[in-house]
């Protein structure tokens, strides 16, 4: 990688807009909702399927902010998606209890 890459940070020796910034694990965490040891855990069992990371050497560990807002996502649909199933299974116990009541 030059100096003239594209991945190369500017010249001014700040961040390019176009590369996806990386968060620490504690940044991560925060942004999730959960303990950075957590996410220690998830990468022991899950490996990179729950949220990818980026290991920088043996102990540095970063996550991509696009990674960490991707698996947000998918959390806020798949909790939509149990809030949904869990509607429907009441509505549908109401309806067979006000059947009941009408016979």
């Known amino acids: 990688m030059g100096k003239n890459s594209p ?7 700040g961040a390019r807009p176009d590369i996806d910034p990386l968060l620490p694990p504690e940044a991560a965490a925060a942004a999730i909702g959960v303990h950075p040891d957590t996410l220690a855990n998830w990468r022991v069992t899950f490996g ?14 970063r996550y991509r902010k696009s990674a960490v807002i991707a698996f ?3 959390c806020d649909a798949e909790t939509a998606t149990v809030v949904q199933k869990e509607a429907e299974r009441r509505l549908a116990r109401v309806q067979e209890t006000a059947k009941g009541a009408a016979k």
Do not use: E, S, T, Y
């Open 7 to 13: 991945d190369w940070p500017d010249a001014a020796g």
């Open 72 to 74: 947000i996502d998918r």
């Open 48 to 61: 990179q399927r729950k949220i990818p990371f980026v290991k920088l050497n043996r102990r540095d560990v």
